[in-house]
């Protein structure tokens, strides 16, 4: 059964530009939430998304923006990067949304703001 | 707000037991354990429920006290594969569904 995949792994941006990245549940899975990692702060939620809705979402400004496609893909997306944005995204995916629900998680997009 | 994690980091001789520790200021439903080897994804370790279902890893086993809002994970006769960061997550529900939250880490050394 194949894990959760995450594009691109690695990229590197400047200031002022805007980002998409891109993961792809596990097959079945429904609910797909998203994670910035940072040393300082550690996993922080982003935002979740369950049947193509927004369920939820985290402290964070309007720039980090996401969406579910009918396939259960999502993909977010940063405008206006900041050199703070310098994170892991991780995205994980569940059956359901729900805090009894394990959640797998992908190997990350490692983005870097210059 | 972020559960409180404890102690930060840990450094262990392989056969050593060890206790990470996990505290919330909010009233917990569920508590899950993640580990993260470097470069890696976290991986599910232990999910331990409101009312004592716990469900997870066969050689890690962990506690739940719900009066005091805390989790403790105990890992014993420690392994080489056991170094990594350890996340507790928690959360609350809002608006009919779950926001998860997740402690700093715990950093755990195993050496041979």
């Known amino acids: 059964k194949a894990g959760v995949t995450q594009t691109p792994r690695y990229l590197i941006k400047t200031r002022g530009q805007q980002v998409t990245l891109s993961c792809s549940p596990i097959s079945g899975h429904r609910s797909v939430s998203w994670y910035q990692q940072t040393p300082g702060q550690g996993l922080q939620f982003l935002f979740e998304y369950f049947s193509e809705t927004q369920r939820n979402k985290g402290n964070f400004p309007g720039r980090f923006s996401g969406r579910q496609f009918s396939n259960s893909r999502s993909e977010m997306n940063v405008s206006t990067l900041e050199l703070g944005d310098s994170a892991l995204y991780l995205c994980a995916s569940s059956l359901q949304s729900s805090g009894a629900n394990v959640l797998t998680f992908g190997a990350g997009s490692r983005l870097t703001v210059l | 707000q972020q559960p409180v994690q404890s102690p930060q980091a840990v450094i262990l001789r392989e056969g050593e037991d060890a206790v990470i520790n996990c505290s919330s200021s909010?009233?917990?439903?569920?508590v899950h354990w993640y580990r993260q080897k470097h470069g890696e994804a976290p991986v599910f370790l232990m999910i331990l429920l409101k009312g004592g279902e716990q469900k997870g890893h066969e050689k890690i086993s962990a506690s739940f006290n719900e009066k005091k809002q805390q989790s403790s994970l105990y890992l014993t006769a420690s392994q080489l594969s056991y170094s990594g960061t350890y996340f507790c997550g928690t959360g609350a529900f809002s608006g009919g569904s779950y926001i998860p939250t997740f402690g700093r880490g715990t950093s755990l050394i195993v050496h041979p």
């Open positions: 909010k009233a917990l439903y569920s």
